[in-house]
């Protein structure tokens, strides 16, 4: 055998070789692992699994847990993407997505990405907002004999999270919402203040992080609570 048929030979074992290690890693990096962690996900943790998603009285999938969405009136022009959405006052409020961009043809097909603004603390155009900001949430919450005062308005009222997308606000701005939510769907005040309590989760294992309210789960048990009337 020549030389150039060895080199041949010994070419196609190492060519042969590297294709059985990739479909043999192809098979069980792509197909088994996958496969396997799913299926583990599935059977121990389904909820979290699938996106940790709540769903209301009726069964429909409102959104997730993990993820913080705003609750505002139908736009007027849903075309216009300078349109500036507008509170629905009768639902809990999250905090503020400064940090959201939309990159698009229209507000209908737009990408949302989420991030922060990436202002410094002393950014007028940042001061600005948290002013506008501060005095939106002291007007949005007055309520019948109760105007909140500006020292009352705790900080993530104003500014958004890192990623503009933080599902859960301090139980201070939620106290801060119990009377407005309350006269604007005729409940008693504290029938809703027992709402946000029951809602109020404390420290992870007792001291990590703080005590902290979901929004979304918020509004939903609010929801049902008004489908009872």
């Given amino acids: 055998m020549t030389h150039s048929h060895h080199v041949a030979a010994r070419t196609a074992r190492q060519f042969g070789a590297g294709l059985r290690a990739l479909i043999a890693l192809t098979v069980l990096c792509g197909v088994l692992y996958p496969l396997t962690v799913t299926g583990i996900a599935q059977l121990a943790f389904p909820g979290r699994a699938n996106g940790s998603q709540l769903k209301d009285d009726s069964g429909r999938v409102v959104g997730s847990e993990l993820i913080g969405q705003r609750f505002d009136l139908p736009r007027k022009n849903p075309d216009d993407p300078g349109e500036t959405p507008v509170p629905d006052l009768r639902w809990f409020q999250p905090r503020p997505s400064a940090g959201l ?91 809703v203040r ?13 001291f990590v992080g703080e005590p902290r309210v979901n929004v979304l789960r918020l509004n939903v048990a609010l929801k049902a609570l008004l489908g009872t009337r």
């Fill in 101 to 191: 961009t939309a990159h698009g043809a229209g507000p209908r097909s737009a990408l949302l990405v989420s991030g922060a603004t990436h202002l410094s603390g002393d950014n007028e155009v940042l001061l600005r907002a948290v002013r506008d900001a501060r005095a939106a949430v002291i007007e949005d919450n007055t309520a019948a004999g109760h105007r909140p005062a500006p020292a009352d308005v705790p900080a993530e009222a104003v500014t958004s999270s890192g990623s503009g997308l933080d599902p859960h606000i301090p139980p201070g701005y939620a106290a801060l919402q119990i009377r407005r939510v309350a006269e604007r769907n005729h409940l008693a005040v504290d029938e």
């Fill in 194 to 206: 027992a709402l946000v309590e029951a809602h109020t989760d404390g420290r992870i294992l007792g």
